[in-house]
């Protein structure tokens, strides 16, 4: 063979070697980005389900519950078109039969001086509902009606503000237990106050009763004191 066939042969051999490291590369890419996508969906996912998931199921509608079920619906169509395989349809059918076993707890715990359970709960909550506040923020410009979002908007911001009641409530109740009844009554005033001017939700007429007993019981106390 002559040196220029084998030259030509030396050419064609280093394209198709080029061409092969192109394709080979191509495909890398395609698959990084894939994995890349899936990732950002799963964490799309693993984050909404947290938000929510800290927000007590009393304080939950269900505009908010089917809001979120249906972007976590979406988000799982998304994954599962990028990788259909049996794992992933296992891990979207648990997740999605929790959503749609919400059902609302229009309950308030008999007795008690709070809504929530203690005071770790309570500003988890107004941290929760904060958030779900600025990922809401967020939807403004997608398809979904401008009302529903700020209806919605109107819901947590009275989550936030049932919760941050509770807190006061609680560090109220320290302070009673540090302090004595006198000391703290000025504290649940401040407490009956501000629930006083909640008119979002009429279910929690209950606590304003709790809260007010709890007030007269402790003036009560007081004055014997003073007796």
Known sequence: MSSTGTAIIIVIVIGVLIGVAIIIQSI????????????????????????YGALPSCLV???LNHLISQHINSQWKNLLLLDNNAALQKAAQESLQKLSGFSPDNTYPAGSLTLLNDKNEAQKTTQAARELSQWLQTLKKSSI???????LLSHLQYSHAQANIDCMIFDAIECEQMKGARVSI???????????????????DRQV?????HIETLLNQADETDQ
């Not at 890398?28 to 984050?47: C, D, F, L």
């Not at 009763?209 to 007993?213: A, T, Y």
């Open 61 to 63: 509608s269900e505009p």
């Open 28 to 51: 890398e890419h395609q698959r990084q980005q894939k994995r890349t996508r899936m990732q950002a969906i799963r964490n799309t996912i693993r984050n909404t389900e947290q938000l």
């Open 209 to 213: 009763f709790e809260l007010s007993s």
């Open 145 to 151: 009606s401008a009302q529903i979002i700020n209806d």
């Open 186 to 204: 000025h504290q649940y005033k401040n407490c009956l106050n501000s629930l006083n001017n909640m008119h979002y939700f009429q279910k929690h």
